[in-house]
């Protein structure tokens, strides 16, 4: 039987940021609109961080009971450690699932009724990610369907549930918090090459090799800031995101100095500041005055 602490952990509370950042930029974008409705705000807070535990858990059940965790690097796994019995596991990760369509469909009520289809095919990719007969993650298509899902989808739904419309400004957004997201996605799988190449598992990392993975990895955390500049020319305030430089040249520091395993981890967590930060600093730059 796990342990509390063996549950928070296998939660991986260090990818909060993935949920968090796209409804702060999103709402950023929201009220350089004009519309911020704090309500829908927090709503769309509770979808993004049932989805995240969801896929977490979701992920730790998949990937344990195909052995893929047999032989991990990185933080324990519920089922791969044997610490969980897999069925509760599953049961974890689709209650998280039920809670974020509850709240997706209160958003989708008050706004418009594709927002559920939306919902359905976040779960869905949530799931397949590694579960099902063929996973894509499985496959190299993780990085797309976390720039689309946790950067285009959440950051344009966000600002989408409390506009009634998206703007430019929302877009450029959701494109930085996908690129960083995906960022965080890179670091992680870069950190497992060697383990996930035993298993079977060809993600994109595994396709590209260790160093042109280290060269994605930048193109990502350079992409959100390159993105202040179109951005503040409506809204000059967003340069402010640029105040997060440092916090992400930390998080490269270990992949410029061709560090391996358990060497990444802080690059994981680093880059997850960053994204925070970013989506903070962009969102306070885009309603300053």
């Known amino acids: 039987m796990a342990s509390v602490a063996e549950w928070i952990e296998g939660a991986r509370p260090r990818t909060l940021p993935t949920a968090l950042a ?38 730790d059940y998949s990937d344990g009971i195909r052995g893929t965790d047999d032989d991990r690097v990185g933080p324990m796994r519920l089922v791969g450690s044997g610490a969980a019995d897999p069925a509760l596991v599953k049961k974890v990760a689709f209650a998280c699932f039920g809670v974020a369509m509850l709240a997706g469909l209160v958003l989708a009520a008050t706004t418009a009724w594709w927002i559920v289809l939306v919902g359905l095919l976040c779960v869905a990719g949530a799931w397949f990610y590694t579960g099902g007969s063929r996973p894509y993650g499985y496959l190299g298509y993780g990085e797309v369907a976390v720039f689309v899902f946790f950067g285009l989808v959440a950051v344009l739904g966000t600002e989408f549930v409390q506009t009634g419309s998206v703007t430019l400004a929302g877009l450029w957004c959701a494109i930085g918090i996908g690129s960083l997201t995906t960022a965080v996605l890179v670091a992680n799988n870069l950190r497992d090459i060697p383990t996930d190449e035993v298993a079977g598992k060809v993600t994109l990392a595994v396709r590209l090799g260790d160093r042109r993975t280290r060269r994605l990895y930048l193109a990502l955390v350079l992409v959100p800031f390159l ?22 040249l930390r998080a490269y520091i270990p992949v410029r100095s061709g560090d391996t395993g358990l060497a990444l981890i802080g690059t994981l967590r680093d880059t997850g500041l960053a994204l925070l930060g970013w989506a903070i600093l962009v969102t306070v730059g885009l309603n300053a005055g």
Request: net charge positive; charged share 0%; hydrophobic share 70%.
């Open 22 to 59: 796209p409804v702060i930029a999103g709402t950023g974008a929201a009220g350089a609109a004009g519309s911020i409705v704090w309500w829908k705000a927090l709503l769309a807070l509770v979808v993004a961080v049932a989805l995240v535990l969801g896929v977490n858990f979701a992920n």
């Open 227 to 248: 993105l202040c500049l179109p951005l503040a020319l409506q809204h000059p305030g967003a340069l402010l995101g640029l105040v997060a430089i440092p916090m992400a």
